[in-house]
């Protein structure tokens, strides 16, 4: 038995042994890293913007000329979070605040639907708005709607992050 361990161990000689334990770990060493990418992937974002690609592509005139339309208006958000309230002050292009009926946001991470909500903000000053929510450290989109008369006047989508 000894023996037998002394010639599969030998340093001075490579044995098939040899080569298959090197096999074995090369491969079980791919084989691992792509399982865990696998699960890793299935169980993340899905990576579905839409639930249709091809009845929302039949709205892209519609929605390129709202985007225009509102482009026009030269309104601006200014953005910030704090102490567990987020805040949004709008303004047209003169700076001046926008009087607005309803402001709504839409808050999530960028890549994981886990964390969305939408919130109604309320107003707190001139053009200002906030509404208490308490937000993680990481990436985060705020997807803002200033409602007037119940119709959409502006949305926009703004992107920011918050340290730990």
Sequence with gaps: MMQAIKRIFNPD???GWHMAGVMGLF??????????LAYSAGSTWTGLVVENTYVESQHFNEKSTEYQRQAAL?????????DGVFSAA???ADGTPIPTSDVTVDLGRPVHEGDDRRL???PSGAGAYTVATDLGAGVWEAHLIVSQDGIVAWSRIIRFELES
């Excluded at 030269?74 to 704090?82: D, K």
């Design 13 to 15: 000689e490579f044995t």
């Design 90 to 92: 709008f303004k047209d």
């Design 74 to 82: 030269g309104w601006h958000a200014e953005t910030s979070y704090s």
């Design 27 to 36: 491969f079980g060493t791919i084989i691992s890293v792509n399982m865990f």
């Design 120 to 122: 109604l903000m309320q």
